[in-house]
Structure formats: C-alpha cells, structure tokens
C-alpha cells in the first residue's frame, strides 16, 4: 500500500547538477529509492529554487512530499505541472495515485484515464486504473480492466489478486480459487482457504489451513475463518496461529476528556469529515452511511495528527497489557506498522454489517457522535466469529455486544466480526476506525 510510483516516462532532460549547493538529479533519485523523504524535500527544494524550469526535479519533491506526509504541498505541485504539462503521462499517474491516496478516487480515475489514453498498454497505470474503479464498485469496468493488465503481463500477481478477490464478491469461487492458485501476492492463500470454506470443501480446507500454519502464515482473515470453522465443525480452535480466543482481547475505555480527546479536536475533525476533503467510498456492507476513502492519516492537518499520537498511545498500552499473551497476534506484533483511518457516518436506521478487517492486525473504533438510545442496544458495536456469509451448517454462533458512548475507544483483533446495531434516532453515528498494518 501507499508505494512510491516508478519514475518512468520523466518529461525533461536538464542539467544533472547544481554548481552551487552541489545536489544532482541522480542523488535526489537515491534520496527517493532509499526512502529518504525528508532529505529529497530538503535537496529538492534547492534544486528546484535554482532550477524551476526541472520537470524532473519538480516531480521529485512533489514525491518527496507526499510519501513525508504533506500531500497538500505535492498536490500543489502537480497541478502546477500539469497546467504547463497538459495530459503529461508521468504527471497523470502521480497525481491520479495521490488523488487515491487521499481518498479522492473520481478525481484518481479522471487522471488515470487520461494516462490510459497517452499510454494504453502501460501495465501499471490500467492496474492503478482497475483498483480505482474496483474501490467505486464499477465492479465490471474492473473487471474488464485487470483482465488487459493480464493480457499484457501474465506475471502481474497483484492485478491477479484484486481480479480474483472480485470473483469472490461476485461468488464466482471456482473461478477465483483458479487465479488465488496462480499468485503468492498478499492473502491469496488465505483467500483461497476462504473459497474452499465457502465451497463446503471441508477435507481440502483443512489440509490448506494446516499448509498455513505450517507455513508461519498468519494473518486476520485465516484466523477468523478458522474460529468460524471450529464451531461449524466442532473442533478445537487452540491452534488458530493469530488468536483463539479474540474475545478475551476486546478492550474498551472513554478518553473524551481534556488531557486526551477534548471537544476542540472532536469538532474540528467532524467539520473536516463534513467537508468534502475526501470523497466517500463505496462501501456495500454499510446502509444509510457514507465512509472516507483513503488513509485520512496522510493529511498533516494538526487535529488529525494530534489524533494519531493519542490513538498510537492507546495501541502502545494495550500492548503493554497484553505483553505477556501467548497469542499469536501478540507474540509476532509486527517490529514495522502503519496505523491507516478512516470515518464512518450512518443515519437514521442505517447500520454497518459484519466484517473483518483483513489487512489489519488490531483494529480500533472511536465515538465521536452517538445517537440517542430509544432501546439498551441501539448504535452498539456486536462481535462475533460469524460473517461474511460463512456457511453455519444451523450451528449458533456466540455474539458479545459492547456499549458504546461518545469518547469510548474500542481496540480488538482484527481476526473478530463485528457489525453495528441500527438505531432510531434522528441524530448522526459517527466513529473514527483505524487499523494497525504489518509493514514488510
């Protein structure tokens, strides 16, 4: 997620270095391949003052800016370029994945196309081209997208992976288990496990579950399906490698006070939310709702971030908590994560179903607006093993319902279901969710 674009298809040939601070084109490129964000901002900065006619340089501090977390100042940067730049192809690309970043996925989509149109068979931009319209349900445009990406590179397991993740929606299993066998990219095996499951295919899901775990495989989405199967099944859930007992690990407190949430940056996040900074996202599982798109973390707003250290905090004690657990998603925390965010609004008898986060590792809610509870239960957050449409087989699945006001932090395993109860107040739900993501 969030990886730097090639900087293939650069506009201009210039002078490759600068008399007098000594900075080249060639070390502003190392700077990038080397992650070194801060120094390119700072080098490319003198570049470009001595040299603002470097498309070159330009394009790589608007980079440098954006993977350094101020994607203002880079999409400031691109749109200047394109003004003298019109339907540049390396512009295009960089802007439409920025736009994807901050979550303005039409906009991305607008760039994309007009870099399809220059370049037609540039593999990279038809995938960015094809996850963009995957993220806005044009699930057919996908579709027909990922499948020219293939046709033009048969090795290119991410395009295979996010085709093969819309069959499953569509509940083609067979069809997705074929392009799950033929990539390792991201949870494909554990996808697969998951077509099986739904397949009914209960002696070759086990033999791949156990492939897993004796592969060190762990990961929220074979975890969950595997509690799920132990009381489809009724077998032991002990060995799930990420957590067997994730209920045991739901931990919830109230920090909507002065040294940690106060109402200034509740207010102040709300009215960014209300903005329209970031575009909805396509979300089936919620009704009558709108959920952000992209990471609202990459916004270097000063409340966002003061909401991150708070959240980073509240994760960091709950691993001191827990420090001391034999679980898995405890005992291989990963050394390297992002923490990635996003708002939820729902409305008047709207609700959220039940989902898991699958790229997570531990997953958080925070209450910014509750609406009034007419009924103990209304707008609560209900976990479960149960979801996605899993096959119960008639078993009954245990659910635990949290209660919930504004202020409450819930942190979980990403492993466990968890669905919203609809409400029939006239008042606003809205809650900031968050994820920790492993990094390689």
């Avoid at 592969?215 to 929220?220: A, L, Q, T, Y």
Wanted: glycine share 6%; net charge neutral; charged share 25%.
């Amino acid at each position: 997620m969030n990886k730097p674009f090639s900087l293939y298809g650069c506009i201009d040939n210039i002078e490759n270095r600068m008399p007098n601070n000594n900075i080249s084109i060639d070390q502003l490129i190392n700077h990038y391949n080397a992650k070194k964000f801060q120094q390119l901002v700072e080098d490319g900065q003198k570049f470009v003052n001595q040299n603002s006619n470097s498309a070159i340089a330009w394009n790589l501090l608007a980079l440098g800016h954006r993977y350094n977390g101020n994607t203002k100042a880079a999409l400031k940067i691109y749109e200047d370029l394109l003004q003298l730049n019109p339907g540049n192809f390396l512009l295009s690309t960089n802007l439409g994945n920025l736009y994807m970043a901050m979550g303005k996925v039409s906009k991305a989509i607008e760039c994309f196309e007009i870099a399809y149109e220059k370049d037609p068979k540039h593999v990279n931009n038809l995938e960015a081209l094809a996850i963009a319209y995957q993220d806005t349900g044009s699930k057919d445009k996908a579709i027909e997208t990922f499948k020219k990406v293939l046709e033009l590179d048969q090795t290119k397991e991410s395009a295979r992976y996010h085709l093969a993740r819309i069959f499953v929606n569509l509940k083609s299993y067979e069809e997705a288990i074929e392009h799950f066998h033929k990539t390792n990219f991201g949870l494909s095996k554990s996808h697969l496990l998951e077509c099986l499951y739904y397949l009914g295919e209960k002696d070759k899901f086990y033999k791949h579950y156990k492939e897993l775990i004796a592969n060190n495989n762990i990961n929220p989405l074979m975890s969950s399906i595997g509690s799920h199967a132990s009381i489809r099944f009724g077998v032991s859930n002990k060995e799930n490698p990420f957590c067997s007992d994730p209920f045991a690990y739901i931990k919830k407190e109230n920090i909507n006070d002065a040294s940690e949430l106060n109402e200034d940056l509740i207010s102040s996040i709300l009215k960014f939310h209300n903005s329209g900074e970031s575009d909805p996202k396509s979300q089936p599982l919620l009704s009558n709702g709108k959920q952000s798109s992209g990471n609202i973390f990459l916004n270097q707003r000063e409340d966002i971030q003061k909401l991150k250290e708070i959240l980073n905090k509240k994760v960091n004690n709950y691993l001191k908590e827990f420090g001391k657990s034999k679980e898995g998603f405890i005992k291989k925390w990963p050394e390297k994560y992002n923490i990635y965010g996003w708002l939820v609004s729902i409305n008047t008898g709207g609700s959220l179903a039940a989902h898991i986060h699958k790229e997570g590792w531990l997953s958080g809610s925070l209450y910014f607006k509750m609406p009034t509870k007419k009924t103990s239960n209304e707008g609560n957050i209900v976990f479960s093993y149960n979801g996605a449409n899993y096959p119960t087989d008639g078993k009954e699945f245990y659910e635990k319902s949290v209660d919930v006001d504004k202020g409450d932090l819930v942190l979980f395993p990403s492993s466990l279901f968890h669905r919203t109860i609809p409400f029939k107040s006239n008042e606003e739900r809205v809650t900031f969710a968050f994820d920790i993501i492993p990094q390689n």
